[in-house]
């Protein structure tokens, strides 16, 4: 079944819609404790050394000013040193004296009002023991190394490419992009009788429990993490940022509720960010086209303490059958802050790499780049030869291309143009992995006819509030309005963090599944009333609608919930639920997400002037659930490739080490003038093996092709080829 | 907040004398730059005298036939003012060119011309910067400096002036009233009004502290038919100029009488191109023409390591604007 725009209007629109636009729904830094106190940071202004000395004489001295703390004077935390061989070393702010990149926090001055706070920060005198820095990763690069384990060649490929005639060796570069997310990080932190309770922006409210009881050595059971609402983030809140432990110190040190809430200047470094990375792609075909080698080698800087490594060459291992594949990855130290995963993470850099390198081999084996990709379609898992669980991609490159026009394309760089632009088309294609992990939700129907469902997920923008309610709502048969979701509470039945796009397929799950067992609880209270003309019935024979319940065929059987409940003497059933995927059964299919993207640029090329005038993305991700949510997030996607591709760049000036434009106005996320029609299509998928939804994640994959297919339009439109983002007008004139 | 003292006066008189007598009161007008530099803890006034409620924000006539706009007039206001619209189109595009909507609405014309450089070390006090810190150092010129100016730039520092409606004015020959300390009125021609950073970046301008700004005044012209302002830039809206060019000309019987060619985003200051205006008077428009002129105005431009493509962009850019003044 195809979904396109208009359909897609008939959606329900977002239940936290009205919240939102009145102002109800309440962000981290609105949240306040009476008594409550500001805290206001003081970052580092070197990249590498030691504090010598934290200067707070003058600063302590103004008005409303309570106490400046840093490593000097906080009371240290229970957290066990990490292994030598440990991974993941979190970072955690105002520990030591030790500075590992520039504008890291190392004190927090706390006073009445966030503007005396603010005022006395810029009073701290902080003296340092400077050491040498290294943030640029292209003069590491021979030092990176293989974190983990390569994963071994697939056939001979180095020997293929070697003996090859047709084929392309290029390498592309990304610079740092940061997720500039509207809410900037913060947290409320609380302690009262051994008790912590924070509100905090975060992705996942579990982690953050737990890395707050392991921080100050408490049960888990006094710790209580609020996450109502997150004002995007895109993967910035996916690990704890240093305002969470800041916060947390701080109101414990003084006894007093404490709020920290990020500048937006501040802000470059409250998280990581998308990495710099430098990949090479080497590909050789045959004369029809037929890949024969594929080596895809992909390296990205990591910090000076952490390897934060993401995979690049996911794509080169499952996109196209190719008998030879190489994938190679790495990483290199830098003096910066671990990096972090930021939407479509790894993917979206692979894409553009090895979308780019077969629009470039398309040219040399003059074969159109959408047959190109069908003729080195991918019809079992090419690294696996597992079977897809279901795989729709031919029919996304069919419709999209067609709603596209795709087919009036001249093949000729340069040979389409409007007036005095240049007319670019380009395509490409995505994948993101469907993941599934365990999730709980809990689900109470009660007498008055109305339902909660409660799950300690979040929702940080994609419409989980929505997607739940109408899941609950279809399992149910329940009216929306009736239902309330409840999330962002580490008081409600645990679930992930909120990422990798597996939010609706984890979580969606647990509240289906809890659902059915609240009806099979609710049928097994009215099969206990006296009058009911359920006994004996099959649960599988009933019918749940609107709020009522009958066997088929049988309205004369009809009942309301409500009246069931009404006499039930807890006027009410209530099931907590834990879900789990079916690992064996996924295990023997390899599940994702694919898309393929058509777009079109219009190029002024004598100012080097880009406009992506058209893009038509088509998804399949199994069934769309939130019609409108989906379209919104393939939307999203699209708009987020444009900035990746055409404007996106975190400057970092490597003499000082240190982040140049950490603000909105010098960081060019895309305008609405940037952004052209955008049109989706989603192409269902019917899989049952995925979930019992059926329902794959698309908040990333929406973005994967879509640099590629920018860059790759801009070639066709000047005969340019550019392999380093963004394309700013300076690399076309 | 860093404590400051806020005075709303009533007269020019007021204004000019309470600036004069202390060195860190500035004038605060729409605020849109000013407070933004101080919570970046750039500019740190102790004393903000509120302008933005005197009478100078009328946009009227000249009795030769120029326009005058007042330096406390909105930018969006002065932008579609009608006498600013039909004789001076170029000047409403350059307006509208800049930031959004938003803060056109509250930005003014003299702030416009005050407003500081966008360099990013300007910006960050963290960092060296000879405008923001004398004698602390440039780093943009060996540092990131893909913004920076290809003409007209020092040792000392190679910001530029970020402005679109000043590099129309300085293409229209505008006149910058001032109000002096001593309560006298002078008049300062555009070209003289910004300056070259040289051994004092700190000064922008030539304007004395306390001295403030009443109106600019804009000489009739016969360009209006024949003008245009082109921004290039990052993204489509809200970013400021890579190169922006104001371009006007004025035709007679098929011949150009006057042109004018002026840039931004190369220079501490809106950039005159003179040689080139002259080396078209006199000739029919033509590509091939606009496109000598073009080169030759880029002729003595003196690059940094990250903008050379500042030279082509704007050789590219004056002779697009300059066909599109001519409108061939
Ligand atoms: C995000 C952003 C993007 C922007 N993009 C652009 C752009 O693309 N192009 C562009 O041209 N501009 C842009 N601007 C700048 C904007 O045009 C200026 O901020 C605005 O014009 C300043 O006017 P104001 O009245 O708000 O000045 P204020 O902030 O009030 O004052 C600025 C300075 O001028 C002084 N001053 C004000 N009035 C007078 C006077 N009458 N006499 C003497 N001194 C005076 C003040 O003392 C102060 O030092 C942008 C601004 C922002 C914040």
New binding site residues.
């Given amino acids: 079944m195809t979904y396109q725009n208009q359909q897609q209007q008939d959606g329900p629109s977002r239940v936290d819609g009205r919240a939102k636009v009145t102002g109800t729904a309440k962000y981290i830094a609105e949240f306040s404790f009476p008594g409550m106190v500001h805290g206001y940071l003081v970052q580092s202004t070197i990249a590498k050394g030691k504090i010598r000395d934290i200067d707070v004489a003058d600063a302590e001295k103004q008005p409303g000013v309570v106490k400046v703390l840093s490593h000097k004077n906080l009371s240290k935390l229970a957290i066990p040193a990490p292994a030598p061989d440990a991974v993941v070393r979190p970072f955690y702010a105002l520990t030591s004296d030790e500075i590992r990149f520039n504008a890291q926090p190392i004190a927090v001055v706390v006073a009445e009002t966030f503007e005396q706070a603010r005022y006395a920060a810029s009073l701290v005198k902080v003296t340092y023991d400077k050491a040498d820095h290294s943030t640029d990763l292209a003069k590491v690069i021979d030092a990176a190394f293989t974190p983990g384990r390569e994963q071994p060649n697939r056939g001979t490929p180095e020997e293929v490419f070697a003996a090859a005639e047709i084929k392309i060796d290029a390498t592309y570069t990304i610079p740092i992009e940061h997720h500039n997310a509207m809410e900037p990080h913060a947290t409320v932190a609380n302690w009262e009788n051994g008790k912590l309770t924070v509100y905090d922006k975060t992705q996942g409210i579990q982690g953050t429990t737990g890395y707050l009881a392991g921080a100050f050595g408490i049960d888990r059971a006094n710790v209580r993490v609020l996450s109502p609402f997150v004002g995007g983030a895109f993967g910035a809140a996916l690990r704890p940022g240093p305002n969470l432990i800041i916060a947390a110190m701080a109101s414990r040190e003084i006894g007093r509720p404490v709020k920290v809430v990020y500048s937006r200047r501040q802000l470059a470094t409250a998280h990581g960010y998308r990495p710099e990375s430098i990949q090479t792609v080497k590909v050789a075909a045959d004369k029809e086209g037929k890949l024969t080698s594929l080596t895809h080698e992909a390296t990205h800087n990591t910090s000076g303490y952490e390897n934060f490594s993401e995979s690049l060459v996911g794509m080169a291992r499952g996109l196209y059958a190719c008998p030879n594949v190489r994938t190679v990855s790495k990483i290199a130290r830098i003096d910066m802050q671990t990096p972090l995963w930021m939407r479509a993470p790894g993917m979206v850099s692979g894409a553009f790499a090895l979308e780019s390198a077969l629009d470039e081999l398309s040219y040399k084996l003059k074969i159109d780049p959408l047959e190109l990709r069908l003729r080195n379609y991918a019809e079992t898992d090419p690294e696996t030869g597992k079977p897809f669980s279901s795989k729709e991609l031919r029919e996304c490159y069919r419709q999209a291309a067609e709603r596209f026009g795709w087919s009036k394309r001249n093949p000729e760089p340069r040979s389409m143009r409007d007036g005095k632009y240049l007319i670019g088309w380009g395509m490409a294609s995505g994948m993101w992995p469907a993941g599934q992990a365990p999730a709980s939700a809990r689900v109470t129907l009660n007498a008055d006819g109305t339902a909660r469902v409660e799950s300690g997920t979040t929702d940080i923008g994609p419409g989980t509030y929505t997607t739940m309610t109408i899941i609950a709502s279809q399992t149910l048969g329940l009216p929306l309005e009736k239902i309330t979701f409840v999330l962002g509470d580490s008081e409600l039945p645990p679930s992930p963090a909120q990422g990798g796009s597996t939010t609706t397929s984890s979580v969606g799950t647990a509240v289906k599944e809890a659902s059915e067992l609240t009806l099979k609880e609710l049928m097994a209270a009215a099969g206990a009333q006296n009058d009911s003309p359920f006994s004996g019935a099959a649960f599988e024979d009933l019918e749940f609608k609107d709020g009522t319940v009958q066997i088929k065929g049988k309205p004369e059987t009809n009942r309301k919930y409500a009246d069931i409940l009404s006499a039930h003497p807890d006027r009410k059933v209530s099931v907590l639920h834990r879900s789990t995927p079916d690992s064996g059964e996924r295990g023997k299919y390899v599940i994702a997400s694919h898309g393929a993207q058509f777009l079109e640029v219009r190029i002024d090329e004598e100012i080097g002037n880009i406009r992506v005038t058209r893009v038509v993305q088509g998804t399949a991700a199994g069934k769309i659930i939130n019609p409108k949510g989906a379209h919104s997030q393939e939307m999203g996607g699209v708009v987020w490739g444009i900035g990746m591709a055409l404007t996106e760049k975190t400057e970092v000036d490597h003499a000082l080490g240190r982040i140049m434009n950490p603000n909105l ?1 010098g960081y060019h996320v895309p305008v609405n003038a940037d952004i052209g029609k955008i049109d989706t299509i989603f192409v269902e998928e019917d899989d049952k093996i995925v979930n019992p939804l059926g329902a794959k994640g698309l908040g990333e994959l929406g973005m994967v092709g879509i640099p590629a297919a920018i860059a790759n339009a801009v070639f066709h439109a000047t005969g340019k080829r550019v392999r380093d983002l963004p394309i700013t007008p300076d690399k076309l004139v | 907040m860093r404590p400051f003292a806020f005075k709303r006066v009533t007269t020019p008189a007021d204004a000019v004398k309470t600036v004069k007598e202390n060195a860190a009161a ?11 530099l101080m919570k970046e803890g750039v500019d740190l006034p102790n004393e903000l005298v509120d ?1 933005s409620r005197l009478s100078l924000s009328l946009v009227r006539s000249l009795s030769g036939g120029g326009v005058s706009i007042g ?2 007039a909105k ?1 969006a206001d002065t932008a579609n003012h009608p006498l600013v619209r039909k004789g001076f189109p170029m000047l409403t595009q350059a307006i509208l060119a ?2 959004s909507p938003q ?1 056109r609405n ?3 014309n ?3 011309l ?2 500081r450089t966008r360099c990013a070390y300007f910006y960050d006090v963290a960092t060296p910067c000879n405008k923001r810190q004398p004698g602390s150092g440039c780093s943009a010129k060996d540092g990131l400096n893909r913004y920076s100016a290809i003409f007209g730039w020092s040792d000392n520092c190679v910001a530029i002036h ?4 000043c590099v129309a004015l300085a293409a229209l020959d505008a006149v910058v009233n001032v109000q002096t300390v001593d309560g006298r009125e002078r008049k300062i021609n555009f070209a003289d009004f910004h300056r070259l950073p040289e051994n004092a970046p700190e000064k922008d301008n030539t ?1 004395a502290h306390g001295e ?2 009443t109106s600019i005044d804009i000489p009739k012209n016969n360009f209006a038919p024949t003008s245009y302002y082109l921004k290039v830039r990052d993204r489509a809206s ?1 970013a ?1 100029a890579l190169v922006s060019v104001a371009a006007a000309l004025e035709l007679q019987n098929g011949t150009i009488k006057q042109a004018r060619i002026a840039l931004g985003g190369v220079a501490h200051k809106p950039w005159r191109c003179f040689d080139a205006e002259k080396a078209l008077v006199g000739k029919k428009p033509s590509a091939e023409l606009f496109q000598e002129a073009a080169k030759n105005a880029m002729s003595d431009a003196k690059p940094l390591s990250d903008n050379g493509y500042k030279v082509r962009l704007a050789e590219r850019a004056i002779a697009k604007a300059l066909r599109r003044s001519a409108r061939i």
């Fill in positions: 106005a | 500035r004038f605060i007008a729409g605020g849109t730059n000013l407070i933004d302008i330096a406390l930018n800049g930031a803060i509250m930005a003014t003299g702030g416009n005050m407003q970020p402005s679109d409606m304007l403030m700004i809200y400021f």
